[in-house]
């Protein structure tokens, strides 16, 4: 039977009802219920569409994990207009194609946000800010402070379905500009039933977590499941190491939720009592290999489960059951019921069990994954050629029907829990003065994510500072996509047409002359990522 398709706001009305003001989420410093966040987020909703907001618009948001960002996300699926949560460390021309591509009018920032925005709204539709905290910088551009938006007037009644777009959500997983990834409500709602299913989470369970609201990981895998699950949930405002566990006791969390690379921070910090003193049932921490996951398990005395799969287009493909006597660590799970599965070669034949191939899928139920990219209609089709959603990603299955993950087939990197898309790191590498050309690429990291390797050609009578091009790094790309590693070479290796032989780069290690930002003490600091 397919699973009935809600809307976000049915969601939150919902869980209004049923919790009777008890507490549902936990952000900043306070704990809220889901009818105090449904009714500020009306009034939020109200001031929307005082602004000149409708039904379909766009409004883009530029905002760590904080109050303000749950309540835009309900007030836009009350309004049914179309949310893009924009990723807070983004800066320059990273930040610049997003809003411009988007095509939102208004945009709700914090005060960091707003300073990397305002010199890019002329090449943007932005006519209207709104600005979250104190002390917003000086404009031209129309300015509302966030405590003058919410109107207790009750925003214009237009019906809002399943189908219709909740939010774009940029992805960088492939060697082009990034993609808008329109998610539906029915996708936003359809999820939890899976991750429920799964017992990944349990009513009365409290999940903890540091994935951000800006990723549908915080949105939907976090924030959605708590609330249809009729879990309750603590979002820490940024990952850190040095205090997580003592937030997971503080706050009675039974569920941990993260990135691999977080797990391997954690367990890189001192052991100390704190370590055992939580009340955990779970932890999920995705990808982890398998003697991670017992080492990890040994230590805190949580158990692991990291058997899923997916991606901002489709969650989950696959998953395990939490409490399964088969499952297998280290491996994707098996299909959800959401998704028909194969394992394609290069031409669109499937492969044989235990064969690698590229995962593609397609829905078995409405609303169950994307809509589409954003203005996009090529990328779409190509995406979705023979009627088959193509991954990119490679992996293999045994005759249980268990999927492997094997590679990507894509060239893109993924850093702290981030996915860097080589061609627009590249670009951005460029507009540095003194380099010529620039191929990046992934290389192996401890941490089980990626490090980056960036190969450089300096422009005829230039040299390069490490010091000076790591400041430029800093300025202009966001903190986790500024490579490691930096090499200079006097020329890069290309085939017979020019193209950058990537696989002979990725082959070879970092020489000796090569520059290890992190060795040299060169990495930015918490408090200056934005």
């Given amino acids: 039977m397919a699973p009935q398709s809600f809307t976000v706001a049915d969601e939150l009305h919902r869980r209004s009802k049923d919790d009777g003001g008890i507490d549902f989420l936990h952000i900043g410093s306070r704990w809220r219920s889901a009818a105090d966040i449904e009714q500020k987020s009306r009034e939020v909703a109200g001031g929307l569409a005082a602004l000149g907001v409708s039904k379909g618009d766009r409004v ?7 109050s303000e960002m749950i309540d835009v996300f309900f007030a836009c699926s009350q309004l049914g207009t179309v949310l893009v949560p924009l990723n807070a460390w983004l800066k320059g021309t990273f930040l610049s194609y997003q809003l411009a591509d988007c095509g939102a009018g208004v945009l709700v920032a914090d005060r960091l946000g707003l300073e990397s ?12 800010l709104v600005a979250v905290g104190d002390d917003p910088p000086a404009t031209s551009v129309p300015t509302l402070a966030w405590t003058e938006l919410a109107n207790t007037g009750e925003p214009t009644s237009r019906p809002v379905s399943p189908g219709d777009p909740m939010a774009i959500v940029y992805t960088s997983g492939t060697t082009g500009v990034p993609k808008g990834c329109v998610l539906s409500n029915g996708y936003y709602t359809s999820s939890p039933k899976v991750i429920g299913d799964c017992g990944w989470l349990q009513p009365g369970d409290r999940l903890l977590t540091a994935w951000p609201l800006f990723h549908s990981s915080g949105q939907q895998v976090a924030l959605m499941s708590a609330l249809a699950i009729g879990a309750s949930v603590v979002f820490e405002a940024e990952f850190s190491a040095s205090t997580f566990m003592e937030s997971a006791v503080a706050n009675d969390a039974t569920v941990l939720a993260g990135v691999g690379f977080m797990a391997a921070a954690l367990w890189a910090q001192p052991p100390r009592p704190v370590d055992r003193l939580h009340s955990c049932r779970l932890s999920w921490w995705i990808p982890m290999a398998a003697d991670q996951q017992k080492a990890f398990e040994q230590r805190f005395g949580i158990p692991v489960i990291a058997e899923a799969f997916g991606q901002t287009e489709a969650f989950p493909i696959s998953m395990v059951n939490a409490v399964s006597p088969d499952r297998k660590p280290g491996t994707l799970g098996t299909v959800s019921d959401h998704f028909e599965v194969r394992l394609v070669d290069d031409d669109d034949n499937e492969v044989p069990v235990g064969t690698p191939g590229e995962i593609a899928l397609r829905p078995r139920h409405p609303h169950v994954m994307f809509s589409g990219y954003w203005r996009q209609p090529e990328a779409t089709l190509t995406a979705w050629r023979n009627l088959w959603h193509h991954t990119g990603d490679l992996a293999r299955t045994d005759e249980h029907g268990v999927l492997r993950f094997v590679d ?3 060239d893109a990197v993924r850093r702290r829990g981030e996915n860097v898309s080589s061609l627009e790191l590249e670009a951005a590498i460029r507009q540095h003065p003194a380099v010529a050309d620039v191929a990046v690429c992934a ?9 980056i390797r960036a190969v450089v050609v300096c422009a005829p009578d230039q040299t390069l500072d490490p010091a000076e091009l790591f400041g430029f790094f800093k300025r202009s790309i966001p903190y986790y996509a500024i490579p490691r590693y930096v090499e200079v070479v006097e020329a890069l290796p290309v085939n017979s047409l020019g193209r950058v032989m990537k696989h002979l780069l990725r082959a070879a290690a970092p020489g000796p002359d090569s520059w290890d930002f992190e060795d040299m003490g060169l990495v930015v600091p918490k408090g200056e990522r934005r």
């Fill in 443 to 451: 290389i192996a990291s401890a941490t089980g994510e990626d490090d």
């Fill in 60 to 66: 883009a948001v530029l905002l760590p994990n904080c």
């Fill in 117 to 128: 925005a305002i010199p890019l709204l002329a090449e943007s539709s932005i006519r209207q």
């Fill in 408 to 410: 990507r087939k894509k």
